[in-house]
C-alpha cells in the first residue's frame, strides 16, 4: 500500500504489478535451447509463400520511433571500430515487425525500459563482407590457418548467414534474413539510454551469445552477480519479445525475426512470410 501511494506521489517510482512483472519474466527459464540449434539447421531451404500478401508490405525506419543506432554504420562499433563498407544509417523493417516492436517498447516503458536496436535491414554487401571476409580472417587467427574450408564454412556459420551475390541479386528462395526486414538485433535500456547488462557486447560471436549461455553455466557452477543479472536480462529480452510473436535466433541473445524462413522453420509453420525486401527500399 505504501508503495502504490509513492507512486502517485511521484510518478517515477516502479508500482508493484511492474514489480511483479519483470520478477515474473527473470525468472521463467528459457526452452532447452541446444534442440532448438538442432532445429534451426537447414532454415535456408525452408519454403517461403513468395505471393503472400505481406510480399509488398512497406519498410519502416526504426529510428522514428524506437531508439537505436545502426552498428555496422557507426565507427565506435566495437569489436570492429571502423564503419562496414556499404553499410547504411536506417533500421528498416517490415510494417508489422515494427508494429509488434512498438507494442513492446509500450510494455517496457512502462516499467522504466525502453529498447534499443543495433540492426535490422542488412544491405548483401555487409552481410558478405562478414561471412566471406571479417569472420573467417579472424577464425584462422585463433583456429589456425590450416583449417579446411569446409570446417572454416561451418564455423562461421555458427554465427553468420550466408550472404548473396548482391543485395539486388538474392535468390528469393533463400535470402539472408537481415535482407528481408523480418529480422532485427536488439537489447533493452534504461530511458536513460544506459543498457541492461547482457553479459556480453553486441556481436560477440563466441558461445557467450548462445541465448542460454548463463542458464547452461548455471548448471555447472555458481553464477556471480553479474552473471545472474546477464542470465535475467536475456529472459526478460527473450520472453517480452517471443510474447509478440518473435523468434529468437538460439545462437545470439540479440537476434530475433518474425516472418522470415527461421521463424517458419522454428514455429513450424509451414512457409516463411517473406523474402528479400530490397526492392521496397525507398
Ligand atoms: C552475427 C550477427 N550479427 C548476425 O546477424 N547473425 C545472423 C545469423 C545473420 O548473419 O543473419
Ligand atoms: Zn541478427
Given at each position: 500500500m505504501r508503495v502504490e501511494y509513492i507512486v502517485k506521489l511521484k510518478g517515477t517510482v516502479p508500482c508493484l504489478a511492474t514489480h511483479d512483472f519483470l520478477k515474473t519474466v527473470k525468472n521463467k527459464e528459457l526452452p532447452n535451447m541446444d534442440s532448438l540449434r538442432q532445429k534451426k539447421k537447414?532454415?535456408?531451404?525452408h519454403p517461403i509463400e513468395?505471393?503472400?500478401?505481406?510480399?509488398?508490405?512497406p519498410l519502416i525506419d526504426l529510428r522514428l520511433h524506437i531508439t537505436g543506432i545502426n552498428h555496422y554504420f557507426?565507427?565506435?562499433?566495437?569489436?570492429?571500430y571502423f564503419s562496414i563498407p556499404s553499410a547504411i544509417s536506417q533500421l528498416w523493417v517490415r510494417e508489422t515487425v515494427f508494429k509488434k516492436l512498438k507494442r513492446i517498447e509500450q510494455k517496457l516503458r512502462k516499467v522504466g525500459l525502453k529498447l534499443f536496436v543495433?540492426?535490422?535491414?542488412?544491405?548483401v554487401e555487409v552481410q558478405n563482407y562478414f561471412h566471406d571476409v571479417w569472420f573467417p580472417e579472424y577464425l584462422k587467427e585463433v583456429l589456425g590457418h590450416d583449417i579446411s574450408e569446409t570446417e572454416l564454412r561451418q564455423e562461421v556459420e555458427k554465427f553468420w548467414a550466408k550472404g548473396a551475390v548482391s543485395s539486388r541479386e538474392v535468390d528469393l528462395l533463400s535470402p539472408?534474413?537481415?535482407?528481408?526486414?523480418?529480422a532485427v538485433d536488439l537489447c533493452i535500456c534504461r530511458t536513460n539510454n544506459e543498457s541492461l547488462f547482457f553479459g556480453g557486447i553486441f556481436d560477440?560471436?563466441?558461445?557467450?551469445?548462445?541465448?542460454d549461455y548463463f542458464e547452461q553455466l548455471q548448471n555447472r557452477r555458481r553464477l556471480t552477480f553479474s552473471e545472474t543479472e546477464a542470465l535475467q536480462n536475456r529472459r526478460l529480452l527473450y520472453w517480452i519479445m517471443t510474447d509478440e510473436g518473435f523468434v529468437n535466433n538460439?545462437?545470439?541473445?540479440w537476434h530475433f525475426s518474425y516472418g522470415d524462413q527461421m521463424w517458419a522453420k522454428l514455429t513450424d509453420t509451414p512457409a516463411a512470410i517473406y523474402s528479400s525486401a530490397w526492392w521496397l527500399l525507398p
Amino acid at each position: 500500500m505504501r508503495v502504490e501511494y509513492i507512486v502517485k506521489l511521484k510518478g517515477t517510482v516502479p508500482c508493484l504489478a511492474t514489480h511483479d512483472f519483470l520478477k515474473t519474466v527473470k525468472n521463467k527459464e528459457l526452452p532447452n535451447m541446444d534442440s532448438l540449434r538442432q532445429k534451426k539447421k537447414g532454415y535456408r531451404a525452408h519454403p517461403i509463400e513468395l505471393d503472400s500478401s505481406h510480399r509488398n508490405e512497406p519498410l519502416i525506419d526504426l529510428r522514428l520511433h524506437i531508439t537505436g543506432i545502426n552498428h555496422y554504420f557507426r565507427e565506435d562499433n566495437p569489436p570492429y571500430y571502423f564503419s562496414i563498407p556499404s553499410a547504411i544509417s536506417q533500421l528498416w523493417v517490415r510494417e508489422t515487425v515494427f508494429k509488434k516492436l512498438k507494442r513492446i517498447e509500450q510494455k517496457l516503458r512502462k516499467v522504466g525500459l525502453k529498447l534499443f536496436v543495433f540492426d535490422a535491414y542488412r544491405p548483401v554487401e555487409v552481410q558478405n563482407y562478414f561471412h566471406d571476409v571479417w569472420f573467417p580472417e579472424y577464425l584462422k587467427e585463433v583456429l589456425g590457418h590450416d583449417i579446411s574450408e569446409t570446417e572454416l564454412r561451418q564455423e562461421v556459420e555458427k554465427f553468420w548467414a550466408k550472404g548473396a551475390v548482391s543485395s539486388r541479386e538474392v535468390d528469393l528462395l533463400s535470402p539472408p534474413p537481415h535482407s528481408t526486414g523480418a529480422a532485427v538485433d536488439l537489447c533493452i535500456c534504461r530511458t536513460n539510454n544506459e543498457s541492461l547488462f547482457f553479459g556480453g557486447i553486441f556481436d560477440d560471436v563466441t558461445e557467450s551469445a548462445y541465448t542460454d549461455y548463463f542458464e547452461q553455466l548455471q548448471n555447472r557452477r555458481r553464477l556471480t552477480f553479474s552473471e545472474t543479472e546477464a542470465l535475467q536480462n536475456r529472459r526478460l529480452l527473450y520472453w517480452i519479445m517471443t510474447d509478440e510473436g518473435f523468434v529468437n535466433n538460439p545462437s545470439e541473445w540479440w537476434h530475433f525475426s518474425y516472418g522470415d524462413q527461421m521463424w517458419a522453420k522454428l514455429t513450424d509453420t509451414p512457409a516463411a512470410i517473406y523474402s528479400s525486401a530490397w526492392w521496397l527500399l525507398p
